[in-house]
T-cell receptor, first 115, second 112 residues
Framework: GAVVSQHPSRVICKSGTSVKIECRSLDFQATTMFWYRQFPKQSLMLMATSNEGSKATYEQGVEKDKFLINHASLTLSTLTVTSAHPEDSSFYIC???????????FGPGTRLLVL | AQSVTQLGSHVSVSEGALVLLRCNYSSSVPPYLFWYVQYPNQGLQLLLKYTTGATLVKGINGFEAEFKKSETSFHLTKPSAHMSDAAEYFCAVNNAGNMLTFGGGTRLMVKP
């Protein structure tokens, strides 16, 4: 299957700092990527849809000024958690559709811990 | 709006026993249906998918699922569980712009 990478895999930061998470499609181009958040022992919640060349689309309740998304190229989307607080600690996962577009391939996830 | 319900947040089976993970969905249009597996601290790996055609779908690691429109179900099965099958399993539906809606997940535990 297609390969999606994320960097970093794990990050610890102080409260008030910003953290950037990268999502890359390694062997295909993705005009759209998705960012999810997963709390412990829970399902994935879609945060936003990242669109290459245009603004991201955020799900209801997700603060766009706090979770900045930039889809810089056809293989890279970044999620920046600005002024992070402990409640932002979570597992962040990105995905990208390819092939027939109905199938999404997921990155390995980024574990964020805000102290 | 589409939704996915996974009955049973935890399922425990003995090694070698049948695995059955249940998934029911609601959708206003014919859906695309997926099962993903997640191992601890990892992303999601696609097990199998149904889009069109044959309603019995075979996936990786010996898993299969059957789309039953009349029951709005897409249950995941495996004839014989292995210890390595212990993981979290997610059912998902996609019928609107490639956006996936996930079920709550089922944690499969395999006893020796």
């Amino acid at each position: 299957g297609a390969v999606v990478s994320q960097h970093p895999s794990r990050v610890i930061c102080k409260s008030g700092t910003s953290v950037k998470i990268e999502c890359r499609s390694l062997d295909f181009q993705a005009t759209t990527m998705f960012w999810y958040r997963q709390f412990p022992k829970q399902s994935l919640m879609l945060m936003a849809t990242s669109n290459e060349g245009s603004k991201a689309t955020y799900e209801q309740g997700v603060e766009k000024d706090k979770f900045l998304i930039n889809h810089a190229s056809l293989t890279l989307s970044t999620l920046t958690v600005t002024s992070a607080h402990p409640e932002d600690s979570s597992f962040y996962i990105c995905s990208a559709p390819t092939g027939g577009k109905e199938t999404q391939y997921f990155g390995p996830g980024t574990r964020l811990l805000v102290l | 709006a589409q939704s996915v319900t996974q009955l049973g947040s935890h399922v425990s089976v003995s090694e070698g026993a049948l695995v059955l993970l249940r998934c029911n969905y609601s959708s206003s249009v014919p859906p695309y249906l997926f099962w993903y597996v997640q191992y601890p601290n990892q992303g999601l790996q696609l097990l199998l998918k149904y889009t069109t055609g044959a309603t019995l779908v075979k996936g990786i690691n010996g898993f299969e699922a059957e789309f039953k429109k009349s029951e709005t179900s897409f249950h995941l099965t495996k004839p014989s569980a292995h210890m390595s099958d212990a993981a979290e399993y997610f059912c998902a539906v996609n019928n609107a712009g490639n956006m996936l809606t996930f079920g709550g997940g089922t944690r499969l535990m395999v006893k020796p």
